[in-house]
């Protein structure tokens, strides 16, 4: 175990970081693809309720493994193939479009929920006053329904981060790739998993206790 | 009553309004005047709440014109945000934003519309909470107020956009007995200073006592209508008669 710190610490250190980078990047574009949908599928217009419902049914009816092959190998593969284009994608690119739209998902799903949570004599007190729809979604509507989406959002934030590992089969530098390296070079798997593991849980339980100090503070005062 | 020569505040003609393959309003017309108390009474279910809901638009209207003020909410090209500001509305279960203090919530509207700046909407505030009685509470928030108290805030928070006309939706059903007369008393004095009020309660005592006109609906149907002394005391219809046995 200590041949393994000693000799790889370093290297798994900065695979950690790759991971927090690529988690970080996915969660980025996540948060705007959630908010997005998320509204899409409140508003009063069948259209974008169906556009959000069918963005969401793709995403969770497909392993992110599977969305994780297909944007890294097969969208590059088929645009050459059929309409010409050379594109090709670095494995942090195709990585962090396969989480972002994983999590997106599930983000949308959550701000939907917390939004549909607040009761609607809400919204219509504040359009009674004469408040557009908008600004009564910004002043009234949001505000409300994010105190109830934190816990769920904080939690899908650490399944994300959580599920970079298996952008491992797209070749990406993150922890388990990295580990496996190592495994490879030194057979010792039981101690370079049991290492690994502990990295992601310092990680990730420090992650989660900052997340609650947040949600306390936020909830400070006020029901 | 209402002189006929006084303005017309709300028109509503031959209005209509389904749900699905429910039709709740089957053919209204109405016509409420300036500085008129209107109180609508009726059995649950007979459209009395959808029929509010229609005046300021939280409900579209499926046929039939509405007519607030000289401009017509069913007109889909009208911005009904600038009839909404002068049309204020009360709920059965108050709604104040649970987001915001007593004094953020009646100083919202009048502030993002621009109406004050943030020092007058204030000073406007307070001056509505002294109205209401409520002034000790303006930094409370609605999860620390009672029912009673909750609906003197948001009569308070409708009155700070000066509106002409005022819509309460059953403003006494949600509350204890106790609290009732709280509300009722802040009603009757808004209704003294002349207040264009249309409400739908089922305090029949308060409709004697505070109405210029009664309504009675039931299935849809406006099917009597008259001062309190001719609907309450001496109702000629069968339906009429009979919804007020079970109510008095």
């Known amino acids: 175990m200590v041949r393994i710190i000693q000799g790889y610490g370093?290297?798994?250190?900065?695979?950690?970081?790759?991971?927090?980078?690529?988690?970080?990047?996915?969660?980025?574009?996540?948060?705007?693809?959630?908010?997005?949908?998320?509204?899409?599928?409140?508003?009063?217009?069948?259209?974008?309720?169906?556009?959000?419902?069918?963005?969401?049914?793709?995403?969770?009816?497909?392993?992110?493994?599977?969305?994780?092959?297909?944007?890294?190998?097969?969208?590059?593969?088929?645009?050459?193939?059929?309409?010409?284009?050379?594109?090709?994608?670095?494995?942090?690119?195709?990585?962090?479009?396969?989480?972002?739209?994983?999590?997106?998902?599930?983000?949308?799903?959550?701000?939907?929920?917390?939004?549909?949570?607040?009761?609607?004599?809400?919204?219509e007190a504040a359009r009674s006053l004469g408040l557009p729809y908008w600004r009564a979604m910004q002043r009234v509507i949001l505000p409300q329904a994010i105190r109830t989406m934190i816990p769920s959002i904080i939690n899908q934030f650490i399944i994300t981060l959580k599920d970079t590992s298996i952008l491992s089969v797209i070749g990406f530098p993150e922890l388990v790739n990295t580990a496996k390296n190592v495994v490879a070079n030194t057979f010792m798997s039981f101690q370079t998993w049991i290492i690994v593991g502990i990295m992601y849980l310092i990680v990730i339980t420090t992650l989660s206790r900052l997340a609650k100090m947040l949600e306390r503070r936020l909830n400070r005062g006020r029901r | 009553m209402a002189d006929a020569n006084q303005n017309i505040k709300i028109h509503v003609s031959h209005l209509k309004k389904d749900f699905g393959k429910l039709e709740v309003l089957k053919d209204i017309s109405l016509d409420i005047y300036e500085g008129e108390v209107v109180v609508i009474i009726g059995p649950s279910g007979s459209g009395k709440s959808t029929f509010l809901r229609c005046m300021n638009q939280l409900e579209e209207v499926t046929e039939g014109e509405i007519i607030v003020d000289g401009i017509n909410v069913t007109d889909k090209k009208v911005d009904i945000n600038k009839v909404r500001e002068r049309v204020g509305m009360v709920f059965q279960h108050f709604n104040l934003f649970n987001n915001m203090n007593v004094l953020r919530n009646l100083m919202l509207a009048p502030v993002d519309l621009k109406k004050a700046d943030k020092a007058q909407a204030e000073k406007n505030a307070m001056e509505m909470l002294r109205k209401v009685g409520m002034e000790d509470k303006a930094y409370a928030y609605p999860a620390q107020l009672s029912g009673g108290q909750k609906q003197r805030v948001a009569i308070a928070r409708a009155l700070c956009m000066n509106p002409d006309i005022m819509l309460f939706d059953e403003p006494t059903s949600a509350l204890d007995p106790e609290m009732v007369g709280e509300v009722l008393q802040v009603m009757k004095q808004l209704a003294a200073d002349g207040m264009t009020m249309v409400i739908v309660t089922h305090e029949i005592g308060f409709a004697r006592e505070v109405s210029d006109r009664v309504i009675f609906m039931d299935g849809g149907y406006i099917v009597e209508q008259g001062t309190p002394q001719e609907l309450i005391n001496n109702p000629k219809e069968p339906r009429t008669i009979d919804f007020l046995n079970k109510v008095l």
């Open chain 1, 10 to 123: 370093q290297l798994l250190l900065r695979a950690m970081g790759q991971t927090l980078l690529l988690a970080l990047c996915g969660l980025f574009f996540a948060c705007i693809l959630g908010m997005i949908f998320g509204i899409l599928s409140v508003l009063k217009n069948k259209a974008c309720n169906i556009i959000a419902q069918i963005f969401v049914d793709v995403i969770r009816g497909v392993p992110m493994i599977v969305l994780a092959y297909f944007i890294y190998f097969g969208l590059p593969y088929g645009l050459n193939t059929l309409g010409g284009f050379n594109v090709t994608l670095t494995a942090l690119q195709a990585g962090t479009a396969c989480l972002a739209l994983n999590c997106g998902a599930y983000m949308a799903e959550i701000i939907r929920a917390g939004i549909q949570s607040v009761d609607i004599g809400q919204m």
